[in-house]
């Protein structure tokens, strides 16, 4: 039996980003394990030297180049038409007996060949995208919920990354699978390591750690200037890129003359975050106030519980089911420096509380999130909605 995927980047290569796409990978490598032939069906619109068709890792991977106008509104409409009818052209010409879809803008697409083909779809929604896209216009959020709302009615399963996201596709009457991205636990390490003599940092010093990317909104500049409200022995562990935004950061300290408080590793592969993730007293994962994070769960918060510390999250619905679930950690109101370093206080102040926080976090991860447990619910999903379409 053959699936193919669609997604709409690269597996393995993404635009300034050095690592997989962990999240899709999760999914396909339990389906080769299982004996499925994989087909990956990749949307790149950024120019790179990458061939249209390779066998890599054992999987048909075609990638389809189409760079999106971002002119007028009918431009945009244009292209979309475009792209619907290469996207479907391509899944009809691999003929699989299942489909599976990483992305609104492709899931026309996808409902379109599997109309021609009948075979199940599954949808696998990431975040609220037609929230995303209404950021850049209304107008083209409006257009998206409705289309998204009219292309579920011929979507057999949808997968998302929480449960108040995944009410939404409750409401409309579809069945739900929610799969946390968490890492296997054999990658998890067994206890804490300490290399903060590596890095520079002191067993008496109190950790806040941050690892990811370095999106202006995450909280990162302000949890640095947090630190001015905050005893000397608080330093700030970050671990990502790009490396422009790792120079600003440095100035940013140096301006506030905290430099020494606050060690910039930069970006690492993605097997060696937790090496860093176990040296943190504190994980901070904060999103930028807008409705469209509320429901976004970053995978950083799950190597901050898999490794044992207590989180600082902001009070958003899905970070917030993580908190309230494991008790692991403390919620903030907004990106506040004051907010955050009340936060920090508060766990720096009460290490008996924050260590039952972490030890919750570490329990919770292996009895819930660990991706043990999401693989074997992602492959009873997939076998089930198989067999419910077959039999109907």
């Known amino acids: 039996m053959r699936v193919c995927v669609v997604t709409p980047i690269d597996l393995f290569i993404q635009e300034n980003y050095p690592n997989p796409w962990?999240?899709?990978?999760k999914e396909i490598y339990p389906l080769k394990k299982a004996g499925y032939k994989i087909s990956v069906i990749s949307w790149i619109r950024y120019h790179k030297a990458l061939p249209e068709f390779e066998i890599k890792e054992g999987m048909e991977i075609h990638r389809v180049f189409l760079y999106p106008?971002?002119?007028?509104?009918?431009?945009?409409i244009l292209f979309y038409f475009r792209l619907t009818k290469t996207i479907m052209a391509k899944i009809k010409e691999i003929n699989p007996d299942v489909i599976i879809c990483h992305d609104l803008e492709l899931l026309n697409a996808c409902v379109k060949a599997k109309k021609k083909l009948r075979v199940p779809l599954l949808y696998d929604s990431h975040d609220d995208c037609p929230l995303v896209i209404s950021q850049n216009s209304k107008l083209e959020g409006k257009i998206f919920y409705l289309l998204e709302r009219?292309?579920?009615?011929?979507?057999?399963?949808?997968?998302t990354l929480s449960e108040t996201l995944g009410d939404k596709f409750r409401k409309w009457k579809k069945p739900v699978a929610i799969f946390y991205n968490a890492r296997p636990s054999s990658q998890i390490p067994i206890e804490k390591t300490d290399a903060r003599e590596?890095?520079?940092?002191?067993?008496?010093?109190?950790?806040?750690?941050?690892?990811?990317w370095l999106h202006p909104k995450r909280g990162v500049k302000e949890t640095i200037g947090s630190l001015k409200?905050?005893?000397?022995?608080?330093?700030?562990?970050?671990?990502?890129?790009p490396?422009?935004?790792?120079?600003?950061?440095?100035?940013?300290?140096e301006d506030l003359e905290i430099r020494g408080r606050v060690k910039l590793i930069g970006r690492v592969p993605y097997d060696d975050v937790l090496k860093y993730t176990s040296v943190f007293d504190v994980g901070i994962a904060l999103l930028p106030p807008e409705p469209l994070f509320f429901e976004t769960l970053p995978d950083k918060v799950f190597d901050y519980i898999a490794v044992g510390i207590p989180l600082v999250v902001s009070d958003y619905p899905a970070m917030r089911e993580v908190i309230e679930y494991a008790k692991c950690g403390v919620t903030v109101k907004s990106n506040r420096r004051e907010d955050i370093a009340e936060a920090v206080l508060f766990l720096l102040n009460h290490p008996d509380k924050a260590k039952e926080m972490g030890e919750n976090g570490r329990r919770a991860y292996y009895e819930r999130y660990m991706w043990e447990k999401q693989e074997e619910k992602f492959m009873n999903t997939f076998v089930t909605c198989v067999k419910q379409f077959k039999s109907t």
Request: hydrophobic share 40%.
């Open 229 to 241: 409200l905050l005893p000397e022995n608080v330093k700030f562990l970050i671990v990502g890129g």
């Open 243 to 253: 490396d422009n935004a790792v120079k600003e950061y440095e100035k940013y300290a």
């Open 69 to 76: 106008s971002k002119r007028n509104l009918l431009k945009r």
């Open 198 to 212: 590596k890095i520079g940092l002191s067993k008496d010093d109190f950790v806040v750690g941050y690892t990811g």
């Open 22 to 25: 962990i999240g899709a990978l």
């Open 150 to 159: 009219k292309l579920l009615r011929n979507v057999d399963h949808v997968i």
